[in-house]
């Protein structure tokens, strides 16, 4: 009895085929831009981006923790040319950090916006963005006419 248990329980299941175990198989972005229009932001996109940008804040996250060790452990030389080189170096991480740290914010508002099922909409007009707009920038919350349209308006004010 003993045996039998330990093996069907050390047996490996075979799962039918269904469309849950579709949608979470990992694609290439190859694959998500083949996929027909109606099937935008579907659960397997949405898999794909989430996966996507998941790495992309693991990445961030790690750059962020190596530059606060940089920047803490910023050297100082007795020779002034030595400190203006140094300050220098300290200036550029410290601004790296900054931009790095606002890219990390979107990404995580793009996977929030995962979550709420508002991911590949734009945030002006309700429509879709686009897969492939999305595979450049997939922190983006505008189509390229609503882009188009915000840069135009900036223009505008700023003359």
Known sequence: MFQTELQTASAPRRLKPNSLSRTLAPLTAAQVCAMPDSDYMNPTQLAFFTAL???????????????????????????????????????????????????????????????????????????????????IRPTTVLTTEAQQRQENRTRRFRA
């Open 53 to 135: 940008l998941s790495g992309i804040e693991v990445d961030l996250v790690s750059k962020a923790h190596r530059a606060d060790i940089e920047i803490a452990a910023g050297s100082t030389g007795a020779d002034p040319v030595d400190r203006a080189s140094a300050e220098e170096e300290h200036r550029m991480a410290l601004s790296t950090r900054a931009r790095d740290a606002c890219q990390l914010l979107e990404v995580r508002a793009a996977l929030g916006r995962i979550s709420t099922g508002e991911f590949g909409y734009c945030d002006e007009t309700g429509d879709p963005i686009g897969i492939e707009r999305l595979m």
